[in-house]
């Protein structure tokens, strides 16, 4: 049954839309990275990567007690509920930390930010990222930051770029 | 813990061997091994035949984990015809001292009385001269602990913690001439030590004008690829009367991993699995951060001995940077005498186990050229964000309670 409800997730409701205030009409990402390793396979983590064809972020969320679970697991991490199903977010988050990679792991690669983001909707919500459509140097940690995006290998990319409401 | 028999009790480490530690030596994992074991063997007077036990960090395979498997023990056993009782070759254990720590675990059990333990890397073979980038897969898909992080472009440890890097720097305002203590201390003893593969003078504007790897951690921040295996003879305690070499022993372990294993979902951002295992280790005994003579800290990367410091408890959490500033306390002379034989920032990567390995010649007196005075107690922390594995090592037996 848990595989069968991952393989469907919902379109935010009118009254979550209502209260998810950021533009719903994102532009694609611009990637700084001239190559990118795909995702691993895993039935379980599947819709993460492919949520934001329609433009949402979206998390494992318990149907009993709301907590988010990332990395998605077979149950719900906090009350142990089955009854978990991707719902969306926001996007909007916040720099915790950050790194310019220098080192040319890709010959000709110009440096570019990994950065972890904290998930406005819930404190323990993190993901890693790049944030990107900036000056790699100007990020710091506190940064407002919204979801982008990024399209490649039949995957969608959460990235992150500067938010526009800061 | 106090009245309490502890198994770490049980165990001595009898002998230590070490293979040639080099820049691509371009030798068989598994040549340099039997180099290092038959050392180890030879060091605790003991032969091949008594030998009945074999354990390994992280077991596997050489060729497809590029360098960093040695040999598993099937393959050292069939080379030197062992005939072990127990054995294992595993790395879903607390970090690279979890080897040594099956070990005692095998011993205490009765499963074995004398057991080879070993950690053979070559990984700056397999990397050739295209350095690390020439082991990463442009094209390839994410996998293991990397699956949350090489699909943003982090396809390596540099990248992870020097986020935590950042973190501490931003909480703490630690500094990059602080860090950079870390790694002019290895150097520094690193010139004492003809086995060490750095050895030139390192100083702070050399540290700071280095290129940058991955911000805030630059060249100098990065511990070096090397070949080489490093063994022991971990000897049941009873053994200590008839040892050929002064008998080093095991205080108390630390294994616990009470956060998430993750490298990038643990609670404290700054900090790290070094903290749990630490306070574990901290419960096991009566001994106190202020009895440890030197600390042997795994540095991979210097945040990582920075933050091994203060999860030991030698400072409080976030006062790595201060504890370090100036390099006089970690100094061979100071208070608590850091990696003393270079580290794996200046002697080499050889994963924990050299740290170890120089722990235990310090105990016995046997540092040549950088000998502390008459050390008691050696702290060894080894592995990086949600790997961990400490230990108190004592030149003399310890009370249970």
């Known amino acids: 049954m848990n595989c069968l409800k991952l393989l469907w997730w919902p379109a935010p409701s009118q009254s979550q839309e209502a209260v998810i205030a950021v533009e719903t009409n994102r532009p694609a990402a611009v990637d700084p990275l001239s190559h990118r390793l795909r995702p691993a396979e895993d039935p379980l983590t599947d819709f993460f990567w492919r949520s934001g064809a329609d433009g949402w972020l979206r998390f494992q969320t318990c149907g009993a007690c709301g907590y988010r679970t990332h990395p998605a697991g077979p149950v719900c991490a906090r009350c142990l509920s089955t009854d978990v199903a991707p719902q969306p977010v926001s996007g909007l988050g916040t720099v915790v930390t950050f790194t310019v990679n220098v080192q040319q792991w890709d010959a000709g690669q110009e440096p570019y930010v990994i950065a972890m983001v904290g998930i406005d909707e819930q404190a323990d919500l993190r993901l890693t990222t790049n944030i990107v459509e900036c000056d790699p140097w100007s990020v710091a940690i506190g940064d407002r930051v919204s979801v982008a995006f990024l399209e490649r290998h039949g995957y969608f990319y959460p990235l992150f770029r500067p938010a526009s409401d800061r | 813990m106090t009245g309490r028999r502890r198994f770490e009790h049980d165990s001595i480490i009898s002998g230590i061997?070490?293979?040639?530690?080099?820049?691509?030596?371009?030798?068989?994992?598994?040549?340099?091994?039997?180099?290092?074991?038959?050392?180890?063997?030879?060091?605790?007077?003991?032969?091949?035949?008594?030998?009945?036990g074999i354990s390994t960090y992280p077991g596997g395979d050489a060729a497809s984990s590029r360098g960093y498997g040695g040999p598993p023990p099937p393959e050292l056993q069939e080379a030197l015809r062992l005939r072990p009782n127990w054995f294992q070759g595993a790395a879903e254990l607390p970090g690279q001292l979890a080897a040594l720590i099956a070990a005692m675990t095998a011993i205490s059990a009765g499963l074995a009385r004398h057991v080879l333990v070993y950690r053979t890397v070559t990984e700056s073979t397999a990397q050739g001269a295209g350095g690390r980038a020439a082991v990463f897969d442009p094209d390839g898909r994410a996998s293991d602990i990397g699956t949350w992080l090489t699909p943003f472009g982090a396809p390596s440890a540099a990248n992870w913690l020097a986020m935590l890097a950042t973190r501490h720097f931003h909480e703490f305002g630690t500094t990059r001439e602080q860090l950079g203590q870390i790694a002019l201390t290895a150097r520094r003893n690193a010139g004492r030590n003809p086995l060490a593969i750095y050895r030139e003078p390192l100083s702070m504007d050399d540290y700071l004008a280095a290129r940058m790897i991955s911000t805030p951690l630059c060249l100098y921040d990065c511990d070096v690829p090397v070949d080489g295996s490093t063994a022991f003879v971990v000897s049941a305690a009873d053994h200590a009367s008839s040892a050929a070499a002064p008998p080093v022993y095991i205080d108390a372990v630390g294994i616990a991993m009470r956060d998430r294993f993750s490298w990038d979902q643990q609670e404290e951002l700054a900090a790290m699995a070094a903290t749990s295992v630490s306070d574990q280790l901290w419960s096991r005994t009566s001994l106190t951060p202020a009895d440890v003579d030197t600390a042997q800290l795994y540095d991979g990367f210097s945040i990582l001995a920075l933050v091994w410091l203060e999860a030991l408890g030698f400072c409080k959490f976030g006062e790595g940077g201060a504890f370090v500033?100036?390099?006089?306390?970690?100094?061979?002379?100071?208070?608590?005498?850091?990696?003393t034989a270079g580290g794996q920032l200046s002697a080499g990567r050889l994963h924990g186990f050299g740290l170890v390995h120089e722990a235990v010649l310090q105990l016995r007196g046997q540092a040549t050229g950088r000998q502390i005075a008459d050390p008691k107690v050696a702290a060894v922390g080894n592995g990086g964000g949600p790997i961990a594995g400490a230990m108190l090592l004592t030149s003399e037996p310890t009370e249970s309670s």
């Open chain 2, 17 to 52: 061997g070490q293979s040639a530690v080099g820049r691509r030596l371009g030798r068989s994992p598994v040549d340099l091994t039997v180099e290092a074991a038959l050392a180890a063997i030879g060091d605790a007077g003991l032969t091949r035949d008594d030998i009945d």
């Open chain 2, 325 to 339: 500033e100036g390099g006089a306390r970690i100094a061979l002379d100071g208070e608590l005498p850091l990696n």
